[in-house]
Structures are given as C-alpha cells and as structure tokens.
C-alpha cells in the first residue's frame, strides 16, 4: 500500500499499464509536461515519451475519433478532456460512431479505448466547467462508465477500463483529484465492472451513489449516526454495467434508501436506480424512494448561488430525516 | 501502368455499376428494406484510389459506400447479403447499406454520419505510424462532409503529426438536393489543403487513370512519412440522392454533360483504342461481372434471416 492522492492514483495506473501493453497511449490536451489539467499525466512523457503520451489541438471531436480509429486498428487509446463538460463536442465520435461500431458490424472490431472526463462542480467553474453528463451515456448501448470516489477505486477502475475491449467514458471528480488514500502497489489491482462497494454498513437507510458524493454521504452518516440512524453507503463505482444485486440486498435489509447524485435529477442515474428498486424490491420498503440531487439548473457562479443548488452534508442530512 | 490493373480497374468499376443497378431495382421492388445511396457515375474514383492500395491498408467509407466496400476487395455476395439484411452479409444484417465494415480488408466502415469518417481514418493512419507497419489510411468523404468541423479538427491532426493518411473528397457539386458552392464559398476543396500545409490536388473523378495516378503519388508520399494529401475529386451522381428521391432538384442538361464523362462507356473505348483489349474481351468482363452478381442476389435470396435473438449480441465485446 502507498498513499497518494486520486490524481497520483490515476496517473499511477495509466503509467503501469502502459509499461504492461506498449499498444496504450494517452491523447489529450497539455498532457505531455504539463501533465493535463488535473496533473493527471505528470511525469508520464519523461518516462514514455511524446509518441505515447500525445499533446493535441483543441479539437475534442477531431482527437477523439482519432482515438476511435486507433481502437478499432489495434491501439488502446486513452482521452483526456480538460474538462468533462466539452464532451458535448466528441459526442457523435462516442456515441454514433465508438459506441455503435461494434454492433453495427457485426462483431467484426471492438473500440477499447478510455474517456477521461474531469468533471463535478465546486470553486466557481461556472457552467461551463461543473458539469457531468454521466446519466447520457449510461443511457447509450455500447458504452461502459465509470465513476470512481477514492484513489484506490480510482487506480483499479482505470486500470480495468484500460483493459477492457469496449469505449468506457470515466468521470474523474475534480473534487477528488487532491483527496488522498491508502491504494494498492500490486500492478494486477483491478475492479471489477458492475461492482458496487459498500463504503460504510448501516441497517436503518441505504444511500446508493458514487463519485464525490460518497464523501458527502459518508459525512452525512457521520452525523446521522449521533441521531440514531444508521446509514449504509453503496458506492456504485460503475453506473453501466449497474450492480442492482448489492443495490437490491441492501434496500432489503435497511427498507429505506436515499439515491443521491451530484447532478440533475431528470431522467437521472437516481431515477434508474429508484426504478430497479420499485420493481424488485417495493414489498421491502418501509418509506418511498427518495431522489436527491441538484435542481434543474446550470451550476452558477457566485459561491453563495453554486452552495444552494449543489447538494452537500446538511441538504443529504435534511433529506435522510424527511424520510423518517 | 499496368495493363492487367488498367482491366481489373474497369472490371471492378462495371462490378460497382451493375451492382448499384441491381439495388436500385431490388429496392424499388421492396425486396431490400432500408434506403440506398448508390454509387453510379462515380465509380472511378473508388476504384482508382484502391488500386493504389495494399489489402492491408485502411479506409473509412460514407453513406455512399458499397463502391469503396467492392473496389476495396469486398466479396459482392456478403455485401449484397448485408443489403438484404441477412446473416450470412458482412456485419450478420446488423449494419446494412450504411454501416458495413470488413476489417480483414482495412474497411472500417461505410458510415451513416457525414464527416464522422475522417477522424477516424486519421486514428488509423495513426496505428499505423505507431506501429510502424508501413500502413496508409485514406478517408473517403464528399464535398458536404468538407464542411463538418471533423474536416478540419481531423486533417489538422493528419497533417500535424505527419499521418500516412490520404483524405479523398468525392465532390458531386450537390449535398442532397443543395448545390454546395451556394453554400461555401470556394468553388474548389482542394484549396482548403492549403490551410494545413498539405498537399491539395484537384483530378477528374471520372477518370480511373488519373485518378489512381494522383492516389499512388500521394500514398507513396504518406508511406515515405511525409504525411497526408487531400485529393478533390470532381464527380457527378447519376442518379438522386437516395433511391426513391424525388429529381426535382436534378438538373437535367447537367446531369447528360457529366453522363459523357461516364467511365463506365468511356474507359473501357479508350482501353481498347490503346489495344490492351479488344470488344470481346470486353464483353466478356462484362458478362463474367453481370453473372456474378446474379449469384449475389440468388446467394442472398437463399440465405437465412438473422435469428431474431442474434439482435443482443454483439454490443459488446468480451
């Protein structure tokens, strides 16, 4: 074990898997030196050099083809967005083309490449920079996401997405980037996709979320705990491929649950979920699903305007009680 | 140039015309589902290109595709297949006419998106360098895809990291029913080239000779590491934009000028003028060609539907 943040963590898995494979390589913007935005890549084009660790144009759908033509000739391609916003830009490379190559003929190719997308709100990015459409491409067949909250999920999740034969679009929290953690040296640490980790056991209510918000949650239980109610935290990790089994036994035994996400509620990630729930665990619940997220609006500006409408501690804290 | 590529080239483009024909009355039958978008009167071009190419070099393909598919070696029995959405086509009835791929042939696929090749030609040319196979990777697109910002982000990229990838644009004057110099305002594309210091070259599309002249130029180039070359290639199609498309938009004096310049009746004269066939032998390719794909149309009438359940396969990969 060492400790690091999830930046290093991040950085720390693309490095040992491209010291594994020489078919990765990393396409983005500032990455070589200046280590991308995030520092993600720090340190990475000393040791591979710039044929692998490649600075492009802004020219998100123009790089990220590239990536996709790249993944169906034999390369494991891994994109970094500055920013997970712009994703808007790529999105017919992602989703009409990488996402639909495979089905589409037949089986005859496979696009394993990885979508890095710093995302989340938080310091006033404004909304152009806070934003996080995980919910859009876990709607798309053919895609995989990710969204890891610790650098040891973190490390394994990627090292995983690296691995796998299909596009998987990875929500990297900029609120995570600096958190730090204890994370495995082993250079085979993978996490499974389609496995949810329970981050902290609870009988009373389960909070079923990921990325940054499982750090508000755990705090939240913190404080839920000196009131008598006992939270258990799943931490989703991969939202496609969903683990309902962990989702399903857990709502069994605590007979309440709280999906909680950063972003907007609409047609959500906490929508599919509270669906799932309805439809196979409805005879267990003590109380109506409950959604939490934020409102259906930009992420603003000012700090006072962006702390109203991001969930934090107090807002999940409020919202557990109303359940009970 | 080789006399036996010269006849393999008409060969391969009658196979085009006699094929896109075919769909084109199979269609009007009903007996294909889906909509086509044929290739006729622009054949040379496909076949001029991919006579430049090894089997083993890449291309990305557009909505207009089944010539690329044919002149790049493809087997006229599963593509014809894959038009009649069976399972014995090259992508099991999954892609159909727009989205048919054969990636032992470096076909990356025909592509349903205007302009969404490009990038990913680009990201092949790229494996290639990476890999230093020798490999070269064109992208084929039309004059309306020169608009798309994939255009530009890609043949940036392409030129930058000197590529071996060839970006071909088949200019027929007409997006849809829009005559696209009424919307750009350059009348050639080739100038564009210009603005990524890259080679830009303007060729009859009608003429497979010439075509396959300025294509082995400027794939030798991409394979010496001196990086791409946007070829324009002016061409016409014969017929409207998809099959069952109103021709309104259609002019008609336009349409019989460019039908003089049809490779289809004009190569095969010159080849024979310059005695490397003669008539018969023409007919006889023609009669060979005409037969072959009668069997791709019995092969595929006597080919099994996909099983239904076969629809969840395939949308990801183990």
């Known amino acids: ?324 | 140039m080789d006399l036996k590529l010269r006849i393999k080239m008409f060969r391969d483009m009658y196979t085009i015309r006699v094929f896109e024909e075919k769909v084109r009355v199979l269609a009007m039958q009903n007996k294909l589902p889906g909509f086509f978008h044929l290739y006729v009167g622009e054949e040379a071009i496909a076949v001029g290109v991919c006579s430049a190419l090894n089997k083993d070099d890449y291309i990305t393909s557009t909505h207009r595709g089944h010539g690329h598919l044919i002149a790049k070696g493809g087997d006229i029995n599963k593509a014809m297949a894959e038009l009649y959405g069976k399972a014995t086509g090259y992508n099991k009835g999954k892609g159909g006419s727009m989205h048919i791929a054969a990636p032992e042939l470096g076909i990356l696929g025909t592509n349903g998106i205007v302009g969404g090749g490009i990038p990913i030609a680009t990201g092949a040319a790229l494996s290639a360098k990476y890999k230093k196979d020798g490999r070269v990777a064109v992208a084929f697109f039309g004059d309306g895809a020169s608009n798309q910002g994939t255009f530009h982000e890609a043949i940036n990229i392409g030129a930058a990291f000197n590529l071996p990838v060839i970006y071909v644009c088949e200019n027929n004057l007409y997006g849809v029913s829009t005559r696209q110099t009424t919307v750009r305002k350059v009348e050639d594309i080739a100038v564009r080239a210009q603005a990524y210091g890259i080679p830009g070259v303007i060729v009859d599309g009608t003429d497979p000779d010439e075509v396959y002249k300025v294509a082995k130029e400027a794939v030798d180039r991409a394979r010496r590491g001196e990086g791409p070359t946007l070829i324009e290639c002016k061409t016409y199609k014969h017929h409207t934009h998809f099959v069952g498309d109103t021709d309104s938009y259609m002019n008609k004096e336009e349409l019989e000028a460019w039908k003089k310049k049809d490779p289809i009746a004009v190569y095969p004269k010159r080849l024979i003028e310059e005695g490397i066939i003669d008539e018969d032998g023409i007919n006889q390719i023609k009669k060979e060609v005409e037969e072959a794909i009668e069997k791709a149309i019995e092969f595929s009438e006597n080919s099994p539907d996909p099983r239904p359940e076969s629809a969840l396969e395939d949308v990801y990969a183990d």
């Open chain 1, 1 to 324: 074990m060492s400790r690091m943040s999830y930046s290093k963590a991040l950085g720390t898995a693309i490095a040992e898997e491209m010291r594994r494979d020489e078919n990765v390589l990393c396409i983005g913007l500032d990455l070589a030196y200046y280590g991308g935005a995030f520092g993600v890549t720090r340190g990475l084009a000393e040791e591979f050099g710039t044929d692998r660790i490649m600075n492009m144009p802004i020219s998100e759908a123009g790089y990220t083809g590239l990536a996709v033509g790249a993944a169906a000739t034999g390369l494991r391609p891994v994109v970094e967005l500055q920013f997970g916003d712009w994703v808007t830009i790529a999105s017919d490379q992602l989703v009409n083309q990488a996402a639909n190559m495979r089905y589409m003929f037949g089986g005859t190719l496979s696009i394993p490449m990885v979508m890095r997308l710093p995302c989340g709100g938080g310091g006033s990015a404004g909304a152009q920079h806070s934003h996080m459409f995980e919910s859009w491409f876990s709607f798309v067949a053919g895609l995989k996401v990710a969204a890891p909250s610790t650098p040891a999920d973190a490390k394994g999740l990627l090292k995983t997405a690296i691995r796998d034969n299909n596009p998987v679009i990875f929500f990297e929290h900029r609120q995570c980037y600096q958190l730090q953690g204890e994370v495995p040296d082993d250079p085979e640490y993978l996490i499974p996709f389609g496995k949810a980790d329970i981050k902290r056991e609870g009988k009373d209510i389960t909070i079923v979320t990921y990325s940054y918000m499982v750090h508000m949650a755990l705090e939240a239980a913190k404080i839920l705990e000196k009131d008598g109610i006992s939270a258990e935290i799943i931490d989703l990790r991969t939202i496609k491929p969903l683990d309902t089994d962990t989702i399903i036994n857990s709502v069994k035994k605590t007979n309440r649950v709280l999906c909680l996400q950063e972003t907007w509620l609409t047609c959500s990630v906490a929508s599919e979920v509270a669906a799932i729930i309805s439809e196979q665990a409805f005879d267990y619940l003590d109380a109506p699903v409950k959604r939490f997220g934020s409102p259906d609006c930009p992420v603003p500006f000012a700090p006072v305007l962006e702390n109203y409408v991001l969930p934090n501690t107090d807002k999940i804290v409020r919202a557990v009680k109303e359940m009970f």
